[in-house]
T-cell receptor, first 113, second 116 residues
Framework: AQSVTQPDIHITVSEGASLELRCNYSYGATPYLFWYVQSPGQGLQLLLKYFSGDTLVQGIKGFEAEFKRSQSSFNLRKPSVHWSDAAEYFCAVASNTGNQFYFGTGTSLTVIP | EAGVTQSPTHLIKTRGQQATLRCSPISGHTSVYWYQQALGLGLQFLLWYDEGEERNRGNFPPRFSGRQFPNYSSELNVNALELEDSALYLC???????????????FGQGTRLTVV
C-alpha cells in the first residue's frame, strides 16, 4: 500500500538559512510525488510535482525537490528561507493509474529572524 | 477561472447534530476528494468521487457520507456529530481519473467544523 512519511513534525530555521524537509514514500512502482504548502487557515497550494524525467524538480517560491528512487525519498529544499515560508508542508504520493493521493502528516516550519 | 470553492467557511454544531459541507470543483474537473485535517493528524483521506460515483473511501465510520451531483459539485455529510469530528475539512478536485494529464489536485480553502 502507498504511504508517505514525513519524519520531522516541526522544524525551526533562521531566516536566510537553508532548508531541507524530508519525505519518504512507499509505493511499488514509480509514483507521482508532490509537495504542498498550507499557510495558517488556508487550503493547500502546490509547490512542485514529479512525474518522470529529471529527478531534480523546480517549483514555485524558490523551492526544489529531488527524487531519489534508491532511497524512496523526495526531499524538499530551499537555499535561503524567508519569513513568509513559515507554514505547514505536506508531501504526497499518487499512483500512476488512479487518483488516490496519500499525504504525509506534515512538517510545520517556523522561521526565526 | 474560479478555483475550488467550499462552503460554509466555518460551521458550528452541537454533538449529535448533522453537518453538511459543500464543494464546487474547478470547471472541467470531475473528480472530487474530501480530506479531514484534525489537529496534529495531517490530512486523512475521506472520500473520492469521480463522474458521479463514489470510487473510494477512507477509514471513517459510515456516518461520514457524501455524494456528487450531475454538475460534479459535492456534499459531505457527517451524521451524529462527535466532538472529535472538529477539524478542517478540505475538498480538492482534479481532471477525470482517466485523463492522461490528471496528475494534480487543486484544493479549496476548507470548512472549519467545530462541534461543541
Amino acid at each position: 500500500a502507498q504511504s508517505v512519511t514525513q519524519p520531522d513534525i516541526h522544524i525551526t530555521v533562521s531566516e536566510g538559512a537553508s532548508l531541507e524537509l524530508r519525505c519518504n514514500y512507499s509505493y511499488g512502482a514509480t509514483p507521482y510525488l508532490f509537495w504542498y504548502v498550507q499557510s495558517p487557515g488556508q487550503g493547500l497550494q502546490l509547490l512542485l510535482k514529479y512525474f518522470s524525467g529529471d529527478t531534480l524538480v523546480q517549483g514555485i517560491k524558490g523551492f526544489e525537490a529531488e527524487f531519489k528512487r534508491s532511497q524512496s525519498s523526495f526531499n524538499l529544499r530551499k537555499p535561503s528561507v524567508h519569513w513568509s515560508d513559515a507554514a505547514e508542508y505536506f508531501c504526497a504520493v499518487a499512483s500512476n493509474t488512479g487518483n488516490q493521493f496519500y499525504f504525509g502528516t506534515g512538517t510545520s516550519l517556523t522561521v526565526i529572524p | 477561472e474560479a478555483g475550488v470553492t467550499q462552503s460554509p467557511t466555518h460551521l458550528i454544531k452541537t454533538r449529535g447534530q448533522q453537518a453538511t459541507l459543500r464543494c464546487s470543483p474547478i470547471s472541467g474537473h470531475t473528480s472530487v476528494y474530501w480530506y479531514q485535517q484534525a489537529l496534529g493528524l495531517g490530512l486523512q483521506f475521506l472520500l473520492w468521487y469521480d463522474e458521479g460515483e463514489e470510487r473510494n473511501r477512507g477509514n471513517f465510520p459510515p456516518r461520514f457520507s457524501g455524494r456528487q451531483f450531475p454538475n460534479y459539485s459535492s456534499e459531505l455529510n457527517v451524521n451524529a456529530l462527535e466532538l472529535e469530528d472538529s477539524a478542517l475539512y478540505l475538498c480538492a478536485s482534479s481532471l477525470p481519473h482517466h485523463h492522461p494529464l490528471n496528475t494534480e489536485a487543486f484544493f479549496g480553502q476548507g470548512t472549519r467544523l467545530t462541534v461543541v
